[in-house]
């Protein structure tokens, strides 16, 4: 699997499209907006938005996309971006933007506003919780880095301690914090790195569908 850079999204004030060997540090910002998903022909993706301009962004994405694509990117909590894709490379996407953006105003809302949120993966797996004693055959509905829902077939309850175990995953410890009565959500005590969540996707038989699937946006956790 291609690395994935531990380094946050970079914020140039500069009006060009960023390209694969964009290395201006002066003219940057770091911000924390890593995670977005990308929308191409109503469905949405997973992506990570690597560099972004008053022109453009760069991000990786993990479906196919070519040039002269249309996709829209969100990017801050409920907002998003329309453009055209101008090159492709390495995994790398180069979108231009259809209109300039005001990137300071991008670092002032991600600053103070509301934390990104993560997108969420539905799917059908196997899982086993742990609640106390008692250990339970389940359903895992959807996951996200920061939590997942699931079907239990005795019911749980809001501020339950559980463990998670799901084959190909490291034992998931977390809290139900929400039910609607037939499933639950699960917060993890710890977000779960990217790179492991991705992995673990593609390793599954079903896993290119489930990484070009349509995401429920999701706060963080669950």
């Given at each position: 699997?291609?690395?994935?850079?531990?380094?946050?999204?970079?914020?140039?004030?500069?009006?060009?499209?960023?390209?694969?060997?964009?290395?201006?540090?002066?003219?940057?910002?770091?911000?924390?907006?890593?995670?977005?998903?990308?929308?191409?022909?109503?469905?949405?993706?997973?992506?990570?938005?690597?560099?972004?301009?008053?022109?453009?962004?760069?991000?990786?994405?993990?479906?196919?996309?070519?040039?002269?694509?249309?996709?829209?990117?969100?990017?801050?909590?409920?907002?998003s971006v329309v453009?055209?894709?101008?090159?492709?490379?390495?995994?790398?996407?180069?979108?231009?933007?259809?209109?300039?953006?005001?990137?300071?105003?991008?670092?002032?809302?991600?600053?103070?506003?509301?934390?990104?949120?993560?997108?969420?993966?539905?799917?059908?797996?196997?899982?086993?919780?742990?609640?106390?004693?008692?250990?339970?055959?389940?359903?895992?509905?959807?996951?996200?880095?920061?939590?997942?829902?699931?079907?239990?077939?005795?019911?749980?309850?809001?501020?339950?301690?559980?463990?998670?175990?799901?084959?190909?995953?490291?034992?998931?410890?977390?809290?139900?914090?929400?039910?609607?009565?037939?499933?639950?959500?699960?917060?993890?005590?710890?977000?779960?790195?990217?790179?492991?969540?991705?992995?673990?996707?593609?390793?599954?038989?079903?896993?290119?569908?489930?990484l070009a699937a349509?995401?429920?946006?999701?706060?963080?956790g669950a």
């Amino acid at each position: 699997m291609t690395h994935i850079p531990d380094h946050g999204t970079m914020i140039s004030l500069s009006r060009a499209l960023p390209q694969p060997s964009d290395r201006r540090e002066g003219e940057r910002y770091l911000t924390l907006l890593r995670v977005g998903s990308a929308t191409v022909d109503g469905r949405r993706h997973l992506c990570l938005i690597r560099n972004v301009s008053c022109g453009g962004m760069l991000i990786r994405t993990y479906s196919d996309l070519e040039p002269g694509a249309r996709l829209s990117v969100e990017f801050t909590h409920g907002e998003s971006v329309v453009g055209t894709v101008r090159w492709v490379k390495d995994g790398d996407v180069g979108l231009m933007f259809d209109h300039a953006i005001d990137v300071l105003q991008l670092l002032e809302s991600a600053i103070g506003g509301p934390r990104p949120r993560m997108p969420r993966v539905q799917l059908s797996a196997t899982c086993w919780v742990r609640c106390g004693s008692v250990t339970q055959r389940s359903q895992a509905i959807d996951i996200s880095q920061g939590g997942m829902q699931i079907r239990t077939p005795k019911p749980l309850y809001l501020r339950d301690d559980v463990l998670i175990t799901i084959p190909g995953l490291p034992v998931l410890a977390g809290v139900v914090s929400w039910t609607d009565g037939e499933s639950f959500g699960v917060s993890f005590n710890q977000v779960m790195p990217l790179q492991t969540l991705i992995r673990w996707l593609k390793s599954r038989p079903e896993g290119g569908q489930l990484l070009a699937a349509g995401y429920a946006a999701s706060v963080e956790g669950a």
